[in-house]
């Protein structure tokens, strides 16, 4: 008897990578066409699966949306922590770095960038991600607070953090949704980021 020359689905579970495939159609699916309109169904033919499969990993679409978003938040951390490395602990390249990283991850991945901070029914439940996003931010603050010449992180260490964090969020929505092409402005993100790390932390005469 011949063997059918039809693909069979790659639901047999015989390889254990069907879960990370599914992340990536999803992921894929989110870049093309944001995470409103992504569907389980056309994730899983991008995956070569059944309909059913995804369901032995995740409980729902949100679970699975969940998944990518917190593979981009892992990433984001990555390279985070890979681009201050290039530079002198307490100095301010690290602070301009992270601003850096941050706006080049949301313009190399505006679907997933959106889904990181889109999600809202169940986030706080979930905890990966809550923890995930808090030592994110835990680096933020750590460097602010080498850059004033300690390794303890005091509130006004914090606060700055969050002040930095608030310009280089809103900056990255602005150029994903298109905002500064729109408006025509014509700046260099290293001096705008090297003039905003300034006026936040201060010059380093100053901190000393």
Known sequence: MEKSSTPEKRDSYHHGDLRSQLIDATRALVEEKGPDHFSVSEACRR????????????????????????????????????????????????????????????????GVFRLMFGLSEGHGAHSELVETGDNTFAVVQQEVARYRGSETVEASDAHKAFLLWSFVHGISFLTIDGKVAEKKLDYDLEDVLKDVALRVVGNPADVA
């Open 47 to 110: 995956a070569g699966v059944s309909s059913a499969a995804p369901y032995k990993h995740f409980k729902d679409k949100d679970e699975m949306l969940r998944a990518v978003a917190l593979g981009g938040m892992r990433r984001q951390r990555v390279d985070l922590v890979e681009e201050i490395a290039k530079f002198k602990v307490g100095s301010l390249e690290r602070i301009v770095a992270m601003g850096r990283v941050y706006v080049r991850f949301a313009v190399q991945e505006p």
